[in-house]
C-alpha cells in the first residue's frame, strides 16, 4: 500500500469548538479519504485528599493516573471504520493496570443503519455513551468511595448496579431518522457475570428524540464508537434531546446466588439541554436521569428468605460556562447530584440509600484538549446499609476533595 501522506490533525481545535470528536488521535496517516488512521495519546492526572473510610483512619492524599490511554481509529475503506483504545493506569499504591477499554469496527452502510461490532459502549443510560474525556465532573457517576469495604455483608457488591457498567463485547445496530430527529441502537452482548459459560444474551436498546421541528438541534455524536458529550460549548445550536433505554441480561446461575436465575432488567428516561443565553457570553448545560433496575440483587431478608431486589438511579448535572477568555482559558461552574436506593438486607437493617453531591470548576484551556478540573465531592450512605457500616466502624460519609489535569493529544 502506497501511503500519500503524513498529516497532523487539529484535534484541540475540534474540541474548543464542542462537536464530537470524529478522529479520535492528533496524527493522521492517511492514504485517500476512504482510507487512513489517525493516533493519538490522552492522559488524566489527579490530586486527591479523601476523608477517612474507617475510625481510627486517617485523610489520604495521593496523585494517580486514572486513564492514560493510546487511542486509535480511521477507516478502512468507505463503509468500515475501526476504533480502539487501550488504557493505563496508576492508582495511588503504584499498582498497574492495562486493558482494552473498547475497539472494534463500525460498518457505515447508510445513516439509517450501521453495525459496531467489538468491545462497545452499551447503549442503556446517556452516561454510558459519555467517556471521562468528554465528561464534566472528574469521579464517576455514582463515585462509592466505601465499595471495597461492603465485605461485611457477603454478596452485596456496591451501589452501582453491574448494568450500568459501560463497554460490553458485543455487536450493535444503530442509525438515525430525519436528520437526527430520531435515533436508535439495539444492542446484542455477551450475559453478565455467571458460573457456567454464556448461554444467551445481554439485550439492550435506547432511542433518543430531539424535536427539531421547533428549532432545536441533536447533539453531535461520534457515529464510529457512538460517544456523545456533556457539553458542547455552545457551537452545535440549542439542543434538547430525550431518551428511552432498556437492559436484560443474566447476572446468575441457579443456587450461584440463590435458589434460582438472576435476569436483571433495567428502564431509564433522561433529557440533555443546552443554550447559550441570549445577550450574555453563558452556555448553559443540563441533564437529567431516572433509571430502574428490577431483580437487580439476591439477598436473604430478616426471616431468612430469599428475596429478589431492585435498584433506583437518578441524578442531575447542571453547568454554565463563560464563553469568553479569563485568564488562559474559560471557567465553568457544576453542580451533580447522584441518588440510589438498592434494596438489601444488611445486619443493622434494610436497603442501601446513597446520596452524592458535587460542586466544582472546570477550567479549559483548550476545550476538552487541555482542562482542569478542580472541586469537591460528598458521598453520603443511609439506611440499613449506614447503620452497617457504623456498627463496623466504618464512616457513612466521605468527602474527597480533587484536581484533576486533563491533555488529549
Same mark, same amino acid.
Not at 430502574?292 to 431486589?309: C, E, L, P, R, V
Given at each position: 500500500?502506497?501511503?500519500?501522506?503524513?498529516? #497532523?490533525?487539529?484535534?484541540?481545535?475540534?474540541? #474548543?469548538?464542542g462537536y464530537?470528536?470524529?478522529?479520535?488521535?492528533?496524527? /493522521?496517516?492517511? #492514504?485517500?479519504?476512504?482510507?487512513?488512521?489517525?493516533?493519538?495519546?490522552?492522559?488524566? #492526572?489527579?490530586?486527591?485528599?479523601?476523608?477517612? &473510610?474507617?475510625?481510627?483512619?486517617?485523610?489520604?492524599?495521593?496523585?494517580?493516573v486514572p486513564d492514560a490511554r493510546i487511542v486509535l481509529d480511521g477507516k478502512i475503506n468507505k463503509l468500515t471504520e475501526f476504533f480502539a483504545d487501550v488504557n493505563m493506569a496508576v492508582t495511588a499504591s503504584g499498582s498497574q493496570s492495562a486493558k482494552l477499554e473498547e475497539g472494534g469496527l463500525n460498518l457505515s452502510y447508510t445513516p439509517i443503519f450501521q453495525i459496531r461490532l467489538g468491545v462497545v459502549r452499551?447503549?442503556?443510560?446517556?452516561? /454510558?455513551?459519555?467517556?471521562?474525556?468528554?465528561?464534566?465532573?472528574?469521579?464517576?457517576?455514582?463515585?462509592?468511595? /466505601?465499595?471495597?469495604?461492603?465485605?461485611?455483608?457477603?454478596?452485596?457488591?456496591?451501589?452501582? +448496579?453491574? &448494568?450500568?457498567?459501560?463497554?460490553?463485547?458485543?455487536?450493535?445496530?444503530?442509525?438515525?431518522?430525519?436528520?437526527?430527529?430520531?435515533?436508535?441502537?439495539?444492542?446484542?452482548?455477551?450475559?453478565?457475570?455467571?458460573?457456567?459459560a454464556y448461554t444467551g444474551f445481554g439485550v439492550a436498546g435506547r432511542v433518543e428524540f430531539t424535536p427539531t421541528m421547533v428549532g432545536f438541534k441533536p447533539a453531535p455524536k461520534n457515529e464510529a464508537n457512538g460517544w456523545e458529550q456533556e457539553t458542547y460549548f455552545g457551537k452545535a445550536g440549542d439542543i434538547l434531546t430525550v431518551g428511552l433505554g432498556f437492559y436484560r441480561t443474566t447476572t446468575a446461575d441457579k443456587n450461584q446466588l440463590g435458589p434460582d436465575e438472576l435476569h436483571p432488567f433495567g428502564i431509564t428516561t433522561d433529557v440533555f439541554f443546552e443554550k447559550k443565553l441570549p445577550g450574555t457570553p453563558v452556555v448553559l448545560d443540563l441533564a437529567g436521569t431516572y433509571t430502574?433496575?428490577?431483580?437487580?440483587?439476591?439477598?436473604?431478608?430478616? +426471616?431468612?428468605?430469599?428475596?429478589?431486589?431492585s435498584s433506583n438511579y437518578y441524578s442531575i448535572l447542571a453547568q454554565g460556562l463563560l464563553d469568553q477568555?479569563?485568564?488562559?482559558?474559560?471557567?465553568?461552574?457544576?453542580?451533580?447530584?447522584?441518588?440510589?436506593?438498592?434494596?438489601?438486607?444488611?445486619?443493622?437493617?434494610?436497603?442501601?440509600?446513597?446520596?452524592?453531591?458535587?460542586?466544582?470548576?472546570?477550567?479549559?484551556?483548550?476545550?476538552?484538549a487541555e482542562k482542569v478540573n478542580f472541586g469537591i465531592d460528598y458521598a453520603k450512605y443511609s439506611d440499613g446499609l449506614k447503620d452497617t457500616l457504623k456498627a463496623n466502624n466504618y464512616k457513612d460519609s466521605v468527602t474527597d476533595f480533587f484536581v484533576q489535569f486533563q491533555m488529549m493529544f
Open positions: 500500500m502506497k501511503v500519500a501522506k503524513w498529516k #497532523v490533525l487539529s484535534l484541540a481545535g475540534a474540541l #474548543v469548538l464530537a470528536v470524529n478522529s479520535q488521535a492528533g496524527v /493522521q496517516l492517511k #492514504v485517500n479519504d476512504n482510507t487512513y488512521a489517525n493516533f493519538g495519546y490522552w492522559m488524566l #492526572v489527579k490530586f486527591d485528599s479523601q476523608s477517612k &473510610l474507617a475510625d481510627g483512619g486517617k485523610t489520604t492524599y495521593a496523585f494517580t452499551v447503549p442503556f443510560t446517556r452516561d /454510558q455513551l459519555v467517556p471521562v474525556y468528554t465528561g464534566i465532573t472528574a469521579n464517576e457517576a455514582f463515585w462509592d468511595p /466505601q465499595v471495597t469495604n461492603f465485605v461485611i455483608k457477603p454478596g452485596f457488591t456496591g451501589i452501582k +448496579s453491574s &448494568l450500568l457498567n459501560t463497554t460490553n463485547a458485543g455487536a450493535v445496530f444503530h442509525g438515525e431518522l430525519q436528520d437526527g430527529m430520531i435515533r436508535y441502537a439495539f444492542g446484542l452482548f455477551n450475559e453478565g457475570v455467571r458460573s457456567n430502574h433496575i428490577s431483580d437487580d440483587t439476591y439477598y436473604t431478608d430478616a +426471616s431468612g428468605n430469599w428475596q429478589k431486589g477568555t479569563v485568564g488562559i482559558g474559560k471557567p465553568a461552574l457544576y453542580l451533580r447530584y447522584d441518588g440510589a436506593k438498592v434494596d438489601y438486607h444488611f445486619t443493622k437493617g434494610d436497603d442501601a440509600g446513597y446520596s452524592r453531591f458535587t460542586l466544582g470548576c472546570n477550567y479549559y484551556l483548550n476545550g476538552e
